[in-house]
């Protein structure tokens, strides 16, 4: 087999050192972290090793799974149940659970991430009022169609775990999915019955069950 160069090993460890910081610091930027992470190693931010954001999540499966497996699959077990309970909360809304939580890459860190449809996003505000949940209200910005557009997104805690949801129009929740951040391709989305299989089929002597490939409800 042959020896990998010395750019691709700078690579790989840029890479195990991003994933580590994103675990154990709860950065949730891919770019944040692999400047952590250069400027930890000693590597110009510009390196032309820099790399790509899929092989920094697949360090960060690594990580997890090598030092952190009881404590992870704990807390996405905890994260997928609090999803669960959140979407029923904002039923009304469509809820679609996507991120690391759904991709299974979560840290104890990751919060949440709801895609909700409504005419306006006061609706949501006013199903939390309502059911007297306490909520931050900021901007998330997603790619659409090709381009950044920046949404409502509501913050609140269930429990120890927090959740965001963020509001899309009718149009734009219909449109292609917002691209993820991991490799740009449009994220992975699943709704209360497909996640509820994803508890369901989760045996304790078993990891937990990655995203299928069956139609989304």
């Known amino acids: 087999m042959p020896r990998r160069g010395q750019g691709w090993q700078q690579r790989e460890r840029i890479a195990q050192t991003a994933a580590r910081i994103m675990f154990d610091q709860g950065v949730r930027?891919?770019?944040?972290?692999?400047?952590?992470?250069?400027?930890?190693?000693?590597?110009?931010?510009?390196?032309?090793?820099?790399?790509?954001?899929?092989?920094?999540?697949?360090?960060?499966?690594?990580?997890?799974?090598?030092?952190?497996?009881?404590?992870?699959?704990?807390?996405?077990?905890?994260q997928r149940q609090a999803a669960l309970a959140a979407m029923e909360?904002?039923?009304?809304?469509q809820p679609r659970l996507t991120g690391p939580v759904l991709r299974g890459s979560a840290t104890p860190h990751s919060p949440v991430t709801l895609l909700l449809s409504a005419d306006?996003?006061?609706?949501?505000?006013?199903?939390l009022m309502d059911t007297r949940v306490n909520y931050q209200e900021?901007?998330?910005?997603?790619?659409?169609?090709?381009?950044?557009?920046?949404?409502a997104c509501?913050?609140?805690?269930?429990g120890e775990i927090t959740v965001e949801a963020i509001v899309l129009g009718p149009e734009s929740y219909r449109q292609s999915p917002p691209a993820s951040p991991v490799d740009g391709r449009p994220?992975?989305?699943?709704?209360?019955?497909q996640l509820a299989r994803l508890l369901a089929a989760e045996a304790p002597a078993?990891?937990?069950p990655a995203l299928g490939s069956g139609p989304r409800r």
């Open 120 to 127: 306006a996003p006061e609706q949501v505000a006013m199903r």
């Open 187 to 193: 994220a992975e989305r699943a709704g209360p019955t």
């Open 138 to 151: 900021s901007e998330r910005q997603l790619r659409l169609e090709g381009r950044a557009q920046g949404f």
């Open 89 to 93: 909360l904002l039923a009304d809304f």
């Open 29 to 78: 930027d891919f770019q944040l972290a692999k400047q952590k992470a250069a400027l930890q190693l000693g590597i110009a931010r510009n390196s032309s090793n820099m790399p790509r954001n899929r092989e920094i999540e697949e360090a960060l499966r690594e990580y997890q799974r090598l030092f952190h497996a009881p404590r992870q699959r704990e807390a996405l077990v905890a």
């Open 206 to 208: 078993e990891p937990l």
């Open 154 to 158: 509501y913050r609140f805690d269930l």
